[in-house]
C-alpha cells in the first residue's frame, strides 16, 4: 500500500478537493479525509489497471508496479485494501457527521460500476465506446467528486462545481491519450499501451490535431466554469499548474502521420463541451 | 456482479445482521442497508479469493465462477464494484444519518487490510499464521460486523454483541475448514484446497478430533454469548439454524488417519475462547 501511494504521483485530484475547500473558506483539515480517500481510490485503479490481466505494466511512476514488486496475488489485495482504506478514511474524526452522507455518495459514485472509474475500465472490455462517456467515468467522475468534495466540506453549494471538475477531468484524460499516443519521455509508465491493447484513446479516435484543440477546448471550458466563491486564487493557480502540466511540449504534426488521417471534430463531441451533463 | 451475488449462497449474514436488528425491536428497512453491503462484500471477497492468482477455483456455489465465466479483467472489476457498491449501499435512504458514521466505521473495519478479510487473505501468503487471529480477521470480522450493524441500526449498545458476532464468525471458519478437508460433498466449490496451497487450516493444524471438538466449543461459547435483548428469539433461530448447518455429519474418524495424529489441544486456544477479546 505505501508502494502505491508513496511512490510519487503529482496529487491532482486532493489537491483539487483542497483548492475547491480553500476557494469557500475551508481548512486544509476540512478537506484532509475525503482528498486522501480520492488519492487512495485513485492510487488503487492505477494498481488494478497495472495487473497482468489488464495493461500487464511492470513500471508505474518510474518504479516497478506493485505486481511487479511483490506479486498478482499482494496486488490484486492492495487494490482491494485501497478501495476499502478510501472509506476507512471517511470515518476519520475530523469529518463532520452531517457531511458523511454526501461524501460518501459522490466518492462511492465517483469510483462505481455505474457511473464511475470501475465502469469506465469494463467500457475498455467492449468494442465501441462514446470517447467522452468513457472518459468522464474513468477519470472525470474522481476529479469532479475531488471538485464537489472540497465544495461539500467548506459549506459551498456541490452543484455549482460539478461541470468544472467534470471539464477538468475530460482534459486529464484527453492529455494522458496525447502523453501515451505520442510516447512522451518521463512517464514513468511504458507509452503506446493504448494501441496496444486496443482501447479508446482521443489521438486515436479524433487524430492529433483534433486531441491537441479539444485538450485546449477543455481547459477554457473549465476556466470558463469556476463558479463565483469567497476567494478563487487557490482554485485559479491549481487550474494554471495543471494547464502548464497538461500540455504536451514539442508536438511535431507529420502530415504523412497516420494519426492526422481523421480530419474532423465530429459535431457531439463538441456540443456536449457546452452541455457537461 | 448479479452472477457472483445472486447465484445462491446461505445469506448468513446479512441475516445475523437482520436477526440482531430484529432482537432489539428494529424493522427489516433499518437492517437493510447495511445487511446488504456486508453480502456484497463477502461476494467480493469470494470473486477475489476464486481468481487464478489466488485459488484458481473454476466453480462457486456450483456454477462456473466469476473468472471461469466471464474472464479474469471482469472478475478483477466485478470484486471491485461490489466493494464500493457496499459502501454506496449505505448512502440508501433507509440510513438514519445519525447511525452512518459507526455503521462505516464497523463495515470498512470488517473488510480492511489492518483488521479484516483483506489482511486475512493477506496473512496466506506468510510462512507462520496464528490461526484464531487469521480465522478473526479473514470471517469472524464480518459476522461480527454485521452483529454490530444489526444493533447499531436498532439502538441496542454494539459492544454487547461483539463476543457473539466473533465467535460465530469463526465457528464458521472451523466448520469450512472441516469440509474443506473432509471434502465433503454439496459444497459447490472444490474440496481439499487448502491443503493443496498451503493454507493455515483447523484440522491441518489441530488434527481432526480437536478441530470438531472446537467447532462445538465455539457454538456452545456463542450461545453464550448472546447478550439481554429485547426479543432473543430471531437470534435464536438463527444460531440453531447456523449451527445446524455448520455441523458435519457422517464424520468418521479413522485412527490410522494422519490428520489425528496432534492429540492436544493448545492451551492458547482454549484461554481465548474465554476471552475473546
Same mark, same amino acid.
Given at each position: 500500500m505505501r508502494h502505491a501511494c508513496l511512490g510519487g504521483g503529482a496529487r491532482l485530484r486532493p489537491l483539487l478537493c483542497h483548492a475547491v475547500s480553500q476557494a469557500g473558506g475551508g481548512t486544509d483539515e476540512d478537506a484532509r479525509a475525503p482528498a486522501n480517500a480520492i488519492e487512495f481510490l485513485h492510487c488503487a485503479s492505477l494498481v488494478h489497471d497495472d495487473l497482468p490481466c489488464f495493461d500487464d505494466a511492470a513500471e508505474r511512476r518510474g518504479q516497478p508496479s506493485v505486481h511487479a514488486a511483490y506479486g498478482e496475488s499482494l496486488a490484486v489485495l492492495t487494490g482491494d485494501a485501497l478501495i476499502v482504506g478510501a472509506f476507512q478514511t471517511l470515518t476519520n474524526k475530523s469529518v463532520k457527521p452531517a457531511h458523511l452522507p454526501a461524501l460518501l455518495r459522490r466518492i462511492s459514485d465517483a469510483v462505481s460500476a455505474n457511473r464511475g472509474i470501475i465502469g469506465g475500465q469494463a467500457w475498455e472490455c467492449e468494442p465501441n465506446v462514446v470517447l467522452t462517456r468513457y472518459h468522464r467515468a474513468k477519470t472525470g467522475a474522481l476529479f469532479e467528486a475531488a471538485a464537489r468534495c472540497g465544495a461539500i466540506v467548506s459549506?459551498?453549494? &456541490?452543484?455549482?462545481?460539478?461541470?468544472?471538475?467534470? =471539464?477538468?477531468? &475530460?482534459?486529464?484524460?484527453? %492529455?494522458?491519450?496525447l502523453h501515451d499516443a505520442l510516447e512522451a519521455r518521463g512517464m514513468g509508465k511504458p507509452a503506446g499501451q493504448d494501441r496496444a491493447h486496443g482501447r479508446p484513446n482521443a489521438v486515436l479516435t479524433l487524430g492529433l490535431p483534433n486531441a491537441l484543440e479539444r =485538450?485546449?477546448?477543455?481547459?477554457? #471550458?473549465?476556466?470558463? #466554469?469556476v463558479p463565483e466563491c469567497q476567494d478563487p486564487r487557490?482554485? !485559479? /493557480?491549481?487550474?494554471? #499548474?495543471? %494547464?502548464?502540466?497538461?500540455?504536451?511540449t !514539442?508536438?511535431? =504534426? @507529420? /502530415? &504523412?502521420? @497516420? =494519426?492526422c488521417a481523421e480530419a474532423t471534430l465530429p459535431d457531439a463531441i463538441g456540443e456536449d463541451l457546452h452541455a457537461p451533463r
Open positions: 459549506g459551498q453549494f &456541490e452543484d455549482h462545481w460539478a461541470d468544472f471538475g467534470a =471539464l477538468i477531468g &475530460e482534459a486529464y484524460q484527453v %492529455a494522458d491519450d =485538450l485546449e477546448q477543455l481547459l477554457d #471550458a473549465a476556466f470558463d #466554469a487557490p482554485i !485559479n /493557480s491549481w487550474l494554471a #499548474a495543471v %494547464a502548464a502540466r497538461l500540455q504536451p !514539442n508536438v511535431q =504534426l @507529420p /502530415s &504523412e502521420d @497516420p =494519426l
